[in-house]
């Protein structure tokens, strides 16, 4: 090789090894945020929260979990007492594409690949304007297991996820129950 092919190579490897690093580095999840502030950093270790239900869809199948603080309300009775869940209340919503269990003897859905997990978190000081809840979706790409935002501004959660929620007000704009307590 000449001195300025190695010049070259030299001067390039580091770049390579940027470039390669970042393509094989896994997505930090905790930095993302919606357009309305709710960041995944905020639920930093959902996964462990306790399970409130299951439910199914048509395409997909969802475990509720809640915040140590809402279990707490639910136990409590809250909302079925009438008293509304307590500020730092949240729930995360964990949904995967549904599909047959290939060796289950009998007909019975299971997940598949993971498709979404949302957010609903209560601060009276923060979301006033949604009666102190706030919603955040994250939709996930299993080709490339990564994140995203379902929506770009801030008026999609309130649009859509807020909106729904009213239909369930009586029930301070939560709609699973509680199955333990």
């Given at each position: 090789m000449t001195n300025k092919k190695i010049e070259v190579s030299v001067a390039l490897a580091p770049s390579v090894f940027v470039l390669m690093s970042v393509a094989l580095a896994a997505q930090d999840k905790y930095t993302l945020k919606f357009a309305n502030g709710i960041a995944f950093s905020g639920f930093r270790h959902y996964e462990s929260c306790q399970t409130v239900a299951v439910s199914q869809t048509d395409s997909g199948i969802k475990a509720i979990l809640a915040s140590t603080t809402m279990i707490k309300a639910y136990r409590e009775g809250a909302p079925d007492n009438g008293k509304p869940f307590p500020d730092d209340s949240k729930i995360v919503k964990i949904e995967w594409?549904?599909?047959?269990?290939?060796?289950?003897?009998?007909?019975?859905?299971?997940?598949?690949?993971l498709k979404s997990v949302s957010f609903i978190e209560r601060d009276s000081?923060?979301?006033?304007?949604?009666?102190?809840?706030?919603?955040?979706?994250?939709?996930?790409?299993?080709?490339?297991?990564?994140?995203?935002?379902?929506?770009?501004?801030?008026?999609?959660?309130?649009?859509?996820?807020?909106?729904?929620?009213?239909?369930?007000?009586?029930r301070d704009y939560i709609f699973t129950h509680c199955v333990q307590r």
């Open positions: 594409n549904k599909g047959p269990n290939p060796v289950s003897p009998y007909s019975v859905n299971v997940p598949g690949p000081k923060r979301f006033p304007g949604t009666r102190n809840w706030e919603y955040a979706q994250f939709l996930h790409d299993p080709a490339t297991k990564t994140f995203k935002p379902s929506g770009t501004t801030a008026t999609v959660a309130k649009t859509f996820c807020y909106h729904c929620h009213t239909l369930v007000k009586q």
